[in-house]
């Protein structure tokens, strides 16, 4: 518009036709001629003042990050919405509603995830040494024994068992049909660390006795030397156990993960997978 009164159109024709005031037309043009073209450019209105400076937010974010509500006498292990409303009053003195706390929490680049848990009694310099140690020099010896690495473990499944996504409708929630006779096959499995997977259905629950039985079949079914790696089941630490392997220490060999200590096991997350409804890859 003013580009336009600029080339020969009158104010009082640029007010009727842009559809202004005759006194914004004129207001414009002083706004103009006083402080030059940058005082027409539209500006983005201010936001309203951040409640928490940016150091109050960097200590927050390393608070929720860091600590486990519990250590801040919370009493769920969980960080809610909620709690980091209480915990922002109650450190800051600034009350925020919910939905600011969880405006506050994207700007932090937190978004609510579900948490892994680690169990308490896990020895994290135990944990520390199996990484950085004890499972290199296994690699290194397997490699120069030409043994293949396998990591073992028990599974139960349920066949009323289903999970995952299913496409649908927007808004009616899709029905699987199943059968109300609940039933659970028990395994034993063991994958290697280049993700071969190989497993043998059990009767009841693991014992010294069948895992016994599933060695000798992933003897007969892998072929050269086997290093697998289990957890302190009491099927794999037992007498009878321990005197097979030794009677196989040509081929077998165990080796154990720290106490506590799933995350460590590949294993465990083909069945975690599985639970979730992702596909098995063998």
């Known amino acids: 518009m003013v580009s336009a009164i600029r080339k020969g159109l009158h104010p009082d024709d640029a007010a009727h036709i842009f ?14 001629r006083e402080r030059g073209p940058e005082a027409l450019k539209v500006k983005k209105a201010p936001g309203p003042t951040p409640k928490l400076t940016e150091r109050q937010m960097g200590q927050l974010r390393g608070i929720i990050i860091g600590q486990d509500p519990r ?11 909620e709690m980091v409303r209480e915990l922002i009053k109650r450190k800051f003195g600034v009350d925020f ?12 680049g937190l978004s609510p995830q579900r948490p892994l848990v680690r169990a308490y009694e896990q020895d ?19 490699k120069a024994t030409g043994a293949s690495i396998f990591f073992g473990d028990e599974a139960a499944v349920r066949t009323d068992h289903h999970a995952g996504t299913t ?10 049909r199943g059968t109300g006779n609940r039933q659970s096959v028990n395994m034993i499995s063991a994958v290697s660390a280049r993700g071969k997977l190989h497993f043998s259905v ?5 014992n010294a006795e069948n895992f016994i039985e599933y060695l000798k079949k992933l003897l007969h079914d892998i072929p050269g030397k ?5 957890d302190g089941h009491s099927a794999h630490t037992a007498k009878v156990t321990r005197q097979f392997v030794a009677d196989n220490k040509d081929r ?13 096991n590949p294993d465990e997350w083909v069945w975690v997978r599985h639970e979730r409804g992702e596909e098995l890859i063998g």
């Open 19 to 32: 559809e202004v005031g005759r006194s914004t037309v004129y207001g414009w043009l002083k706004a103009r």
């Open 71 to 81: 250590q801040l006498e919370f009493e769920f292990a969980l960080w809610t919405r």
């Open 97 to 108: 509603t919910p939905q600011g706390v969880g405006k506050l929490l994207r700007r932090l």
């Open 124 to 142: 994290p310099e135990r944990v520390r040494a199996w990484k950085e140690e004890v499972y290199p020099a296994i690699q290194a010896e397997a």
């Open 167 to 176: 496409w649908a409708p927007v808004g009616q929630t899709p029905v699987v």
């Open 202 to 206: 059990i009767e009841g629950n693991t």
């Open 226 to 230: 086997i290093f697998l790696i289990v």
């Open 252 to 264: 077998l060999r165990l080796f154990f993960l720290p106490p506590y200590s799933p995350e460590l």
